[in-house]
């Protein structure tokens, strides 16, 4: 890969991580403004609960998705970014486009995918 195309994706790396803490932080903020309704009217309990339960999953998903930007960066840090985990070979530089954070190439991401349904059916 070369050093513009690297660079570039490190900024988008750099600014994605950046969207993601803002957007932590203000839902930490609404969920304060929840609890503070809650307090208020305790028969809509369920209805909290409820939407608690989205923002912790997508907190989840935010938490997975910081921590896969993070070790892209750090692979950016050590010269590994862009290899496949599983077979060492260059990831293309248009999958990396797509999905600065892919860990493996086409061939071991689809290998991956296909031995998850497996498992889930
Ligand atoms: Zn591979």
Same mark, same amino acid.
């Given at each position: 890969m070369d050093a513009k195309t690297l660079i570039k994706l490190k900024k988008q790396l750099l600014s994605e991580r950046e969207r993601l803490l803002n957007a932590a932080s203000s839902s930490r903020k609404s969920d304060f403004s929840i609890a503070t309704e809650d307090l208020a009217d305790e028969t809509d309990l369920t209805s909290v609960e409820l939407s608690q339960g989205i923002v912790f999953t997508l907190r989840e998903k935010e938490q997975r998705t910081l921590a896969d930007i993070d070790e892209a960066l750090q692979k950016m840090e050590d010269g590994s970014?862009?290899? !496949?985990?599983? !077979?060492d070979e260059q990831i293309s530089a248009k999958r990396l486009e797509i999905y600065?954070?892919?860990?493996? !190439?086409i061939v071991h991401q689809e290998e991956r995918e296909k031995r998850k349904k497996f498992y889930v059916a």
């Open positions: 970014f862009g290899a !496949c985990e599983d !077979c600065p954070t892919a860990r493996f !190439c």
